[in-house]
């Protein structure tokens, strides 16, 4: 029967001294008791175990010396920041009697190191310090030395350490059940072990960690286990005792699909043999290139890509593919390697593709392709002017059957966009859904057939854009209804005040040349303007007719016929200075 310290040396690519150093280790207690070579180890109680997110747990920190006494340890441990927070170190209950340096721990570290008092201390299961983790997220979190030493008490110092150990936590949801223990049959002996991993839970699946843990339940009266782990299917690992334990790890496990064989042992026989398969491929695909297909026509919006890649592992997935800089999308290959992008505008671009395999591992490829835009449409027929609250109307001429799509800017501000089709000669005609506005406007046409090509910007056009012809009793009567009545009175005073010295100013000009005709144009202006303070009298005796004017509208009235009486007095006044200045 092959021992398991052979299985592991043609398990891993490792030196029989390293692999026998692990298996030292991991049944430290059971070589101590089964062979007289000496071994001091520090590891780890326990090394496995499940937890939920949130949860804290405590594990501690051994050493085991079984042969020869030791007075001093020393070691730092690593674990990782992502999944575990580790709060707390204990020192209760340790062998150590002097704390050489205080333990500590920071940023993934922790370190101790300690001295035993004379006659030191010879066992197998020494606690030297607890550590206390809280389960920060989910995953898998390696709790491992990085160095360590154990001293003999020999008077020379010697350094006796043959092992450092590794803990494997898992952390999940809601952690991972313990395995069942294996019922025992009708003839006394246990029953299957139900083996699980907190590493390769999924026999289905393919992971690319390389290091494997293994746990199963133990029955009651169980005294010894027997353990193979090897690619195939169905093989017995034998009735030689491995030991007694419960959990199990293989590290730097090779690529490929491998089998755990299992069985148990009571004082009535061994148990059947359970197997258990686990995938492992760490190493990215072996091969990737992107290859575009030919295109008739430069202009069309989608291109196809092949893509050949191999993996010798667990073969390739999917895809991760993304053009430019968008984001990435997964394409899963139907057999025919070729992949069509989405419709994409005109220009050069990158398609940048990641082939991933089933364990997760990649390689990256890109390709560069250009999309040429269809020729650009005609405006043809537009007004270089218009008036405010004009419809604009556009006339040109593009593509049979495309839609063109027509983009109007006023005054350097945002764009906006209407769309037309073109008839079947490509001719279109483009309506504006708003009435414009004054300003001046910028008006360009783009085009999409019906493959969805889309075209280059067409020539721009500017459009001018006035105030319509204006309106003296609109915008009078406009401007009125806008007002409230003590602003609307100062307005009409004012405009007639205004009004009264343009005039004036136009005829003292003339006044040297035709005092007459200064004085009937003078008589003239007032005429117009007691017309239209008269027309607002009128407006006003109108509704008063209608209805009793409010208390503001009456004043306002009194006030305009006042103030007409008083722009007749002060328009007599002005012809006879004029007359006597002349």
């Not at 501690?60 to 340890?73: E, F, I």
């Not at 760490?282 to 297909?293: G, Q």
């Not at 144009?521 to 017309?531: E, G, I, R, S, T």
């Amino acid at each position: 029967m092959i021992k398991i310290a052979d299985r592991i040396v043609s398990f891993f690519s490792r030196d029989v001294i390293r692999a026998a150093g692990v298996l030292f280790f991991v049944f430290g207690a059971w070589i101590a008791s089964a062979s007289a070579a000496e071994a001091a180890t520090l590891y780890f109680s326990p090394a496995t175990g499940a937890y939920a997110v949130g949860k804290t747990f405590t594990i501690n920190v051994m050493v085991s010396t079984p042969d020869q006494a030791a007075n001093a340890y020393s070691g730092s441990i690593s674990y990782p920041t992502d999944v575990l927070e580790l709060t707390g170190l204990g020192k209760g209950s340790s062998v150590v009697s002097l704390w050489v340096q205080e333990p500590s721990f920071s940023g993934g570290r922790a370190n101790f190191e300690g001295v035993t008092f004379n006659p030191g201390y010879k066992g197998g299961a020494g606690r030297i310090i607890s550590l206390t983790f809280k389960a920060k997220a989910e995953g898998t979190g390696v709790v491992r030395f990085t160095s360590g030493s154990i001293l003999a008490n020999d008077g020379e110092g010697t350094n006796i350490l043959t092992g450092l150990g590794t803990a494997t936590f898992t952390i999940g949801d809601g952690g991972t059940p313990e395995p069942e223990k294996p019922p025992a049959d009708v003839s006394g002996k246990p029953g299957t072990p139900n083996i699980s991993s907190t590493t390769h839970s999924d026999s289905t699946k393919w992971y690319a960690a390389n290091d494997a843990t293994f746990k199963w339940g133990l029955g009651a009266g169980v005294d010894a286990v027997n353990i193979l782990a090897d690619q195939s299917e169905n093989s017995d690992p034998g009735t030689s005792s491995d030991g007694l334990f419960s959990s199990y790890t293989y590290q730097d496990v090779k690529e490929g699909i491998w089998y755990i064989h299992l069985r148990v042992r009571n004082k009535n026989g061994w148990s059947p043999i359970a197997h258990f398969q686990f995938n492992i491929d760490s190493v990215k695909p072996d091969f990737f290139n992107i290859t575009e297909s030919p295109t008739s026509d430069e202009s069309q919006p989608t291109r196809v890509f092949k893509f050949e890649a191999t993996d010798s592992g667990s073969g390739i997935d999917h895809y991760d593919v993304s053009i430019d800089d968008g984001t990435s999308e997964a394409w899963v290959d139907d057999g025919s390697h070729l992949y069509r992008t989405q419709p994409t505008s005109p220009g050069t671009h990158a398609l940048h593709v990641k082939a991933v395999d089933k364990a997760g591992n990649s390689i990256e490829d890109s390709a560069s392709f250009s999309i040429q835009a269809l020729s650009a449409p005609e405006i043809t027929d537009y007004p270089k002017t218009a008036s405010e609250g004009d419809t604009l109307v556009l006339k040109g001429r593009s593509y049979p059957n495309a839609v063109v799509t027509i983009w109007l800017q006023k005054d350097g501000n945002q764009p906006y966009s209407q769309q037309v089709t073109t008839d079947e000669e490509g001719k279109f005609t483009f309506v504006s859904e708003d009435d414009l506005v004054r300003g001046t406007y910028t008006a360009w046409a783009t085009a999409a057939d019906a493959l969805g090509n889309v075209s280059e910007e067409s020539e721009k056009i500017t459009i001018r854009v006035k105030a319509p012809p204006f309106d003296v009793i609109g915008w009078i009567t406009k401007t009125l209804a806008g007002m409230s009545w003590p602003i609307l009175l100062n307005f009409l005073f004012l405009l007639a005040l205004g009004y009264l010295l343009w005039r004036y100013l136009l005829l003292t000009k003339k006044l040297s040349k035709d005092v007459h005709g200064a004085q009937e144009a003078l008589h003239a202006a007032f005429d117009l303007l007691k017309d239209d303070i008269q027309d607002q009298i009128k407006l006003l005796e109108k509704t008063k007719s209608k209805r009793e004017l409010t208390l503001e509208e009456g004043k306002i009235l009194k006030k305009l016929k006042t103030d007409l009486k008083a722009a007749e007095a002060c328009i007599k006044k002005k012809i006879k200075q004029i007359e006597k200045n002349v």
